[in-house]
């Protein structure tokens, strides 16, 4: 792309006629996700972002860079095939068109690193394998040993997430299950006891959450008001909370669980914690 096509370009731009064009010969979600995230940096008002995915034939491609070069399109692409990859980049070079070719850099240079040739095959990032069917176990499993249930058959679970309401257990357990991990949840309730069968657990997959006495507090009031039931101190309150809070720590104790404090973390960090000590036991 020369000066003269990037000027063009720029101004087309400051213009609000930003096209973008997505084309995968799968299904376009990495060069999307990449497009998305990259565009997301600048403060273009209007974004045109048109996908064309699952294209296999040189007809095909070659209607959409002539579409491409007609809107003077920024082309974002992922291509493994050589020939449709290389057409891609003749013809963006001979018409002047932005393109940008995601996997193409990334596959030769490992290909460099490793001394070997790639599949090229398209989508093979998304085929079925042993690791799709682990995560979908865990979903079951998840589902299944959510808030208490089926306490009986908690042995062979990777994870066991303990902790009073509205410490995000079931969130917790369903992100852990989707990086295939199998998480159960048991509640801490008022001054209950916890079933004995959980003292049999090895304490390297007891996890403890607790929170800020406050958060809990809102969280479990916005959740009374959704569902249109009227407060209850005893559920609400900053003490009640600050009770339950002293039980479940003293649970963990016996258990010598692993305590997590949630209150400034997310989801994601959370389970990271619990992930990382899971490969480490």
Same mark, same amino acid.
């Given at each position: 792309?020369?000066?003269?096509?990037?000027?063009?370009?720029?101004?087309?731009?400051?213009?609000?006629?930003?096209?973008?064009?997505?084309?995968?010969?799968?299904?376009?979600?990495?060069?999307?996700?990449?497009?998305?995230?990259?565009?997301?940096?600048?403060?273009?008002?209007?974004?045109?972002?048109?996908?064309?995915?699952?294209?296999?034939?040189?007809?095909?491609?070659?209607?959409?860079?002539?579409?491409?070069?007609?809107?003077?399109?920024?082309?974002?692409?992922?291509?493994?095939?050589? #020939?449709?990859?290389?057409?891609?980049?003749?013809?963006?070079?001979?018409?002047?068109?932005?393109?940008?070719?995601?996997?193409?850099?990334?596959?030769?240079?490992?290909?460099?690193?490793?001394?070997?040739s790639p599949e090229r095959k398209p989508g093979a990032i998304h085929r079925v394998n042993d #690791?799709?069917?682990?995560?979908?176990?865990?979903?079951?499993?998840?589902?299944?040993?959510?808030?208490?249930?089926?306490?009986d058959e908690i042995s062979d679970a990777d994870a066991l997430i303990l902790g009073v309401s509205?410490?995000?257990?079931?969130?917790l357990c369903l992100f852990l299950a989707q990086r295939g991990f199998k998480a159960a949840n048991?509640?801490?309730?008022?001054?209950?006891?916890?079933?004995?069968?959980?003292?049999?657990?090895?304490?390297?997959?007891?996890?403890?959450?607790?929170?800020?006495?406050?958060?809990?507090?809102?969280?479990?009031?916005?959740?009374?008001?959704?569902?249109?039931?009227?407060?209850?101190?005893?559920?609400?309150?900053?003490?009640?909370?600050?009770? #339950?809070?002293?039980?479940?720590?003293?649970?963990?104790?016996?258990?010598?669980?692993?305590?997590?404090?949630?209150?400034?973390?997310?989801?994601?960090?959370?389970?990271?914690?619990?992930?990382?000590?899971?490969?480490?036991?």
């Amino acid at each position: 792309m020369n000066n003269k096509d990037k000027e063009r370009f720029r101004e087309q731009t400051q213009a609000g006629e930003f096209y973008v064009f997505v084309v995968s010969d799968s299904t376009g979600e990495t060069a999307e996700k990449v497009a998305r995230a990259a565009i997301s940096q600048f403060s273009i008002p209007d974004v045109h972002l048109k996908r064309f995915l699952l294209i296999d034939s040189e007809l095909k491609l070659r209607e959409i860079i002539t579409e491409a070069a007609d809107k003077n399109a920024l082309v974002i692409f992922t291509l493994v095939k050589d #020939e449709l990859r290389n057409i891609m980049l003749q013809e963006s070079a001979e018409r002047g068109i932005a393109s940008i070719d995601i996997i193409g850099p990334v596959l030769n240079s490992i290909a460099n690193i490793l001394n070997l040739s790639p599949e090229r095959k398209p989508g093979a990032i998304h085929r079925v394998n042993d #690791e799709y069917f682990k995560r979908i176990d865990a979903l079951e499993y998840a589902v299944k040993h959510d808030d208490g249930q089926r306490i009986d058959e908690i042995s062979d679970a990777d994870a066991l997430i303990l902790g009073v309401s509205r410490t995000s257990k079931t969130p917790l357990c369903l992100f852990l299950a989707q990086r295939g991990f199998k998480a159960a949840n048991i509640p801490i309730i008022d001054s209950q006891s916890i079933d004995e069968s959980v003292y049999g657990i090895p304490k390297e997959k007891i996890f403890g959450l607790t929170s800020d006495p406050l958060r809990i507090s809102n969280l479990r009031k916005e959740r009374l008001k959704r569902m249109g039931l009227p407060l209850s101190q005893d559920y609400v309150s900053k003490e009640s909370i600050e009770n #339950e809070l002293a039980h479940s720590i003293s649970i963990y104790t016996k258990l010598n669980a692993y305590v997590i404090d949630i209150t400034e973390k997310s989801i994601e960090e959370v389970a990271a914690d619990i992930i990382s000590r899971i490969n480490n036991k």
